[in-house]
């Protein structure tokens, strides 16, 4: 079965630093996702990207946050000043036109 | 206020038994996922319900829009059905894209040998 790739599995960063995350979603895919889960906590919704712009993205999505298609394959998380909330893990997913989601085995964030 | 409530919060099952995971929700949805998250984290997509019900293997999924409520149902449990499973809802009139989701807390199960 196809899978969606993140890399790196782990990530330790020093707040206020930039990280990017990366993603190889599904091919063959159209729309893209981030999402985020903080240590014993629900899974919560950052953005979703579809057509090379955002079509969605929630109230935690702010200023510090960017993604981008760079190029054919990758889809990127970039979080400008890390803050010591922000660590936690962090999934891409992607799908298509009212397909079910695939999931990436998540990036652990820790921002010391 | 949580939109989406998941019962019970930990199910513990001796191998072999029948388990249900119910799942309520307060807002109009216009679909339901059920997925499950690996010990080691990762996430997989069981079902997308908009209707109805789905079967695959020994998992089955329902869905009640009029109740608001989706159930999870695994026949014949087994250990390496030990996981959480997540519900999470996509809000009606809301985009095409499937994945702006609001997630339920989860239900710890594990099934013991």
């Known amino acids: 079965e196809p899978e969606v790739t993140q890399t790196p599995s782990h990530q330790v960063t020093q707040m206020g630093q930039e990280v990017i995350l990366r993603c190889v979603p599904i091919s063959n895919h159209l729309y893209f996702y981030w999402y985020r889960q903080i240590l014993g906590q629900k899974v919560e919704f950052l953005v979703s990207f579809y057509n090379n712009e955002i079509s969605e993205k929630s109230e935690i999505f702010d200023d510090q946050f960017s993604v981008e298609r760079p190029d054919g394959s990758n889809f990127t998380l970039k979080i400008r000043s890390t803050k010591l909330e922000d660590s936690a893990m962090y999934f891409c997913?992607?799908?298509?036109?009212?397909?079910?989601?695939?999931f990436g085995s998540g990036t652990q964030l820790s921002v010391l | 206020k949580n939109e989406v409530e998941q019962s019970p919060q930990n199910l513990t099952a001796q191998e072999g038994e029948f388990i249900t995971i119910n799942c309520s929700y307060s807002v109009g949805i216009s679909a339901l996922h059920w997925l499950q998250q690996h010990p080691g984290g990762g996430i997989v997509s069981l079902f997308m319900?908009?209707?109805g019900k789905k079967k695959h293997g020994r998992l089955i999924a329902t869905i009640n829009i009029q109740e608001k409520h989706s159930s999870l149902h695994i026949t014949a449990s087994h250990p390496r059905d030990s996981a959480v499973y997540i519900c999470a809802v996509r809000r009606m009139n809301y985009g095409g894209s499937q994945g702006n989701l609001i997630f339920g807390k989860g239900t710890k199960l594990s099934v013991k040998p």
């Open positions: 319900l908009s209707s």
């Open positions: 997913a992607s799908s298509g036109i009212g397909e079910k989601l695939f």
